[in-house]
């Protein structure tokens, strides 16, 4: 009779787990790879590397970056055992990896103030030659952020509200929309994260505002008797409109006014302040049916009259930065000849009433 093989063992059928002396051989290395690096960084050229922000040699191509180091002078970082270090929150192996590229990184670099891997010739006027635009804005470091500034305001720029410039005013908060570029151009990544209330999402709101911008200058083939102007995409083509047309408002219709000036601003609106907003706003004007009172729009709502009026408000605070040039141009339809159409007069009495309210 044969008999039964016996049961395998849990010991068996499982694969053991990793060895502790696996795991020790591994902190050794970690250990001896940090220690010579940082050897190498305290024993090398004394010219101000030390100081500089990790972040100052981040590439946009980087992944696994320790984010909770970036702001971190390498030598605050080169003071801490490593142990210490790999206990920070967020920072597992795979991060402590990515800082000893970065590490390695400024050792290599020729200098301080050039991190390695940065061209000599960055130019405005060539596209390709271009750097960290698109990037995600935790990957871009302040070498990149340094050649978007000096562009930028190169160009002309620094004095442009951040507000006017921006491609959407969703992710900036208002307190910053007419915030100059110049005052953050002035200052590094790590100044601007040091601000006070400036976190994360709002540093990073700046960040692709900048890109943003420097992508259009960096673009443009500058000309010494052409100037480039930055402005949303409606501006051009509505104060075109209102000058080649304001002088006769008599001969307006309210279709014209509807369609050349109420739509491109109610679009604006709904870029920077999304959809509800859009509704509300093309419901006062009228657009496509008779303007209802605020106590109906209100009821919709389910919010207070005041809350409605409140809301209207940040229309004319889009504007006021967007395009406060806007209350001039707007002006003489208002003061039209008699024989104006009424609805005419109507609906840029209320274009005037809500986006550039006395």
């Not at 051989?25 to 004394?46: H, M």
């Not at 889009?318 to 395009?323: F, G, L, P, Q, S």
Request: include cysteine.
């Amino acid at each position: 009779m044969a008999r039964k093989a016996p049961e395998a063992s849990p010991q068996e059928t499982n694969p053991p787990p990793p060895r502790r002396s696996s795991l020790l051989a591994e902190r050794y290395r970690l250990e001896g790879t940090y220690e010579r690096l940082r050897r190498a960084l305290i024993s090398g050229p004394q010219d101000g590397r030390l100081d500089q922000p990790l972040s100052f040699w981040v590439l946009p191509t980087d992944r696994r970056l320790p984010i909770a180091f970036l702001g971190r002078t390498l030598r605050d970082l080169l003071a801490q055992p490593l142990e210490d270090l790999m206990q920070t929150p967020g920072v597992g192996q795979k991060k402590i990896l990515g800082f000893f590229d970065l590490l390695r990184r400024a050792i290599k670099s020729e200098s301080a103030d050039k991190p390695f891997g940065m061209p000599n010739d960055l130019k405005l006027s060539e596209p390709a030659q271009r750097r960290g635009v698109g990037a995600e804005p935790g990957a871009v470091s302040d070498a990149v952020w340094r050649e978007w500034c000096d562009a930028i305001v190169q160009a002309g720029f620094g004095g442009h509200a951040l507000g006017r410039v921006a491609p959407s005013l969703r992710p900036l908060p208002t307190v910053i929309w007419e915030t100059p570029l110049s005052d953050y151009a002035a200052r590094s990544l790590s100044d601007i994260r040091s601000l006070k209330t400036h976190g994360e999402k709002r540093v990073n709101a700046i960040i692709e505002v900048f890109g943003a911008v420097y992508e259009a200058v960096s673009t443009a083939v500058l000309h010494e008797d052409l100037q480039l102007d930055l402005t949303a995409r409606f501006v051009p083509e509505v104060s075109r409109w209102i000058t080649a047309h304001g002088r006769r408002p008599d001969r307006l219709t309210v279709a014209d006014v509807r369609e050349h000036v109420a739509r491109p601003l109610v679009r604006q609106i709904d870029r920077d302040l999304g959809e509800p907003m859009t509704e509300l706003v093309a419901e006062r004007l009228g657009l496509d049916q008779p303007a209802p009172t605020v106590k109906a729009q209100a009821e919709r709502l389910n919010v207070t009259r005041a809350r409605v009026y409140q809301l209207l408000e940040d229309c004319a605070r889009v504007m006021a930065v967007r395009w406060p040039e806007g209350r001039w141009l707007l002006a003489p339809l208002g003061d039209s000849p008699a024989d104006t159409e009424p609805e005419v007069l109507g609906l840029v009495h209320a274009l005037r009433g809500l986006f550039y309210p006395e």
